[in-house]
């Protein structure tokens, strides 16, 4: 599922991924309690390399990432965070470290690297990495707000 950068505006704009894909079962509720100007989404851009996140309409950060090299795709697609672990090891890659991994899809995560020279261009093996700091930011962020409020967007 692939989305433009006017769409993701409009995610943003909107407080809610109303055209972008339905929120999952109970989700509407969720967010209605919870309020939508608190809603978090992620957006990750792999052209630019770039992650932006956003609470409502309101832009928090922008960050330089490192998406997956070639022959290592990040898949392209809206998610919600599955599960979060602070210390987590690779068992896929020789126990690489992930510091602040927070999982959207399959094994795919994004989290800490400390290939920080690295960042700006495609060199992961389908994750998404962020310097420590910031990762431990988002990691932070979307524990408080629970990650049934929260969006990660993966686009070209």
């Known amino acids: ?38 809603q978090i989404v992620i957006r990750v851009d792999k052209s630019d390399q770039e992650m932006t996140v956003y609470q409502g309409a309101r832009r928090l950060y922008s960050w330089p990432v490192s998406t997956g090299m070639a022959g290592y795709d990040t898949p392209v697609g809206t998610y919600q965070p599955q599960w979060f672990s602070p210390n987590h090891r690779s068992s896929q890659y020789g126990g690489a470290p992930m510091p602040w991994a927070v999982f959207f899809f399959e094994g795919y995560a994004i989290h800490a690297t400390d290939a920080v020279g690295m960042l700006g261009r495609p060199a992961s093996h389908g994750c998404v990495r962020l310097d420590m700091q910031n990762a431990a930011e988002i990691y932070a962020l979307l524990d408080r707000v629970g990650k049934d409020n929260a969006y990660i967007v993966v686009q070209d």
């Open 1 to 38: 599922m692939t989305h433009s950068k006017a769409g993701i505006a409009a995610v943003v704009a909107g407080g809610l991924l109303a055209g972008l894909v339905a929120p999952p079962a109970g989700a509407s509720e969720r967010l209605s309690s919870f309020g939508r100007s608190q």
